[in-house]
């Protein structure tokens, strides 16, 4: 059962545009909600993250859409550039507390071009 | 720099052969986390260790992998014996308890032929 849903598996997008990248959830228990964004060769890192008593967060180029009751989130990423072309996830926690294990959606593979 | 150190970052073995994993969490990391990386799956949880002690492993095959960790610096993943479908990229993450971040090596590629 795949408990984290994300789309689109691929996205191409022109410099400057604004890439999103949409997650769905079905578990109520999670109350942490991440992006990763993972370069080839490298490991997964923390971009930005949402607790769901909020609907929105930004940090710099990158803000995070939540909505609870639609049990959805979504990336997007303002005047995107080459240097963003990598793979993302978004991931969800449940409510156990601490740095528990993260369920990922299967990733996006986005492109920007020049 | 504080970070995840995994060895080795490549490994090549032949079907039946005993792998290990080693991963290095960030000093004073209390929690450490494997996952799997396939394209078909994508990340995957493995088993996750609290204060050394294994508090999740729903997600490894018991019948051939194993993870320990021998004390709070080092965390190893042992698969025996190894399968060609066990080919994939295995990361280690740390994470402090009450916190939310988790820090991921680079990872292992395993190549099981």
């Known amino acids: 059962q795949q408990q984290v849903k994300q789309s689109p598996q691929s996205l191409i997008v022109q410099k400057g545009g604004i890439p999103i990248i949409n997650c769905a959830y079905e578990?109520?228990?999670?109350?942490?909600f991440p992006w990763y964004q993972q370069f080839p060769g490298k490991g997964p890192a923390l971009l930005i993250a949402i607790r769901p008593d909020v609907s929105e967060k930004k940090e710099g180029r990158f803000t995070i859409s939540f909505n609870k009751s639609a049990k959805q989130f979504s990336l997007h990423i303002m005047d995107s550039q080459p240097g963003d072309s990598a793979t993302y996830f978004c991931a969800a926690r449940g409510s156990g507390g601490g740095a528990d294990g993260l369920t990922f959606g299967k990733g996006t593979h986005l492109i920007i071009q020049p | 720099d504080a970070r995840v150190t995994q060895t080795p970052r490549d490994k090549v073995t032949e079907m039946g052969q005993e792998v290990t994993m080693r991963c290095q969490p960030i000093l004073g990391h209390n929690t450490v986390f494997w996952y799997r990386q396939t394209m078909m799956q994508g990340l995957e949880l493995l088993a996750y260790?609290?204060?050394?002690?294994?508090?999740?492993d729903s997600g490894m095959p018991k019948d051939r992998f194993s993870a320990e960790m021998p004390d709070a610096t080092l965390a190893t993943l042992k698969i025996q014996p190894s399968e060609p479908r066990d080919s994939a990229v295995y990361f280690c993450?740390?994470?402090?308890?009450?916190?939310?971040?988790?820090?991921f090596g680079q990872g292992t590629r395993l190549t099981v032929v």
């Open positions: 993450a740390s994470g402090l308890a009450g916190t939310t971040e988790a820090f």
């Open positions: 578990n109520t228990a999670f109350d942490y």
């Open positions: 260790f609290r204060n050394r002690a294994p508090l999740d």
